[in-house]
């Protein structure tokens, strides 16, 4: 099946379906999420890169493979996540009458896990694979959701492109300020966008 930016096969899709309960429609939502987590998964030379995205959509927590072909996403497996207490995964997202989630929801955690290390695209990780896989800096991620272009980012934020090169591309990281002022962009870039428009008056606020 081929959507707008995502692809997959539609026989992995329905057997996904049967073992996790989730669609790959469905997991689209998770690149939608700008406090996701992505990994670089190197736990074995798959002829490509794959990687591991870990983020919220319709308010669960789901952990998607997927490879890039081109441009295009193409995902490989979608299923729940596991318990985890990871600070960066705390973002709440509406719920989507589009999807259905009831066999996910039917479904305890003893059977998601079961689920979950009898599948080989997207068997649990240890603490140890969290440590050693490559992490997508969280301005990629951000980026990504908004559906923005390295130069559109730069220009609607105010971040000058070759600093926002440096970050995606991990020769520089942002600084303390500007992981502040990155997390805002994800919460409300709306109101960010709105605040450094031209000709706006600060005053108003006051």
């Known amino acids: 099946m081929n959507d707008v930016g995502f692809e997959w096969d539609d026989w992995k899709a329905a057997d996904n379906y049967a073992r996790h309960g989730v669609s790959f429609a469905a997991a689209r939502g998770v690149f939608k999420d700008p406090f996701a987590?992505?990994?670089?998964?190197?736990?074995?030379?798959?002829?490509?890169d794959r990687f591991i995205i870990i983020g919220m959509a319709d308010n669960r927590l789901l952990f998607v493979v997927y490879t890039m072909r081109s441009e295009t996403i193409r995902i490989i497996s979608a299923?729940?996540?596991?318990?985890?207490?990871?600070?960066?995964?705390?973002?709440a997202?509406?719920?989507s009458p589009e999807q259905d989630w009831s066999r996910f929801d039917?479904?305890?955690?003893?059977?998601?896990h079961a689920?979950?290390?009898?599948?080989?695209?997207?068997?649990?990780?240890?603490?140890d694979d969290f440590k050693r896989m490559k992490r997508t800096p969280q301005v990629t991620i951000i980026r990504r959701a908004l559906g923005l272009s390295q130069e559109e980012f730069s220009v609607r934020f105010h971040?000058?492109?070759?600093?926002?090169?440096?970050?995606?591309?991990?020769?520089?990281?942002?600084?303390?300020?500007?992981?502040?002022y990155l997390v805002v962009i994800g919460r409300n870039p709306q109101a960010v966008r709105e605040a450094l428009s031209p000709g706006r008056d600060p005053q108003n606020d006051l």
Do not use: C, F, H
């Not at 689920?115 to 603490?127: Q, V, W």
């Open 115 to 127: 689920a979950a290390a009898s599948d080989p695209e997207a068997r649990p990780l240890s603490p």
């Open 159 to 180: 971040i000058p492109l070759g600093t926002l090169r440096d970050w995606e591309q991990g020769r520089k990281a942002p600084d303390a300020a500007a992981r502040a």
């Open 106 to 112: 039917a479904m305890s955690g003893a059977q998601r």
């Open 79 to 91: 299923r729940g996540a596991e318990p985890m207490s990871n600070a960066d995964i705390t973002k």
């Open 37 to 48: 987590v992505e990994l670089l998964d190197d736990s074995e030379a798959y002829g490509e």
């Open 93 to 95: 997202t509406a719920e």
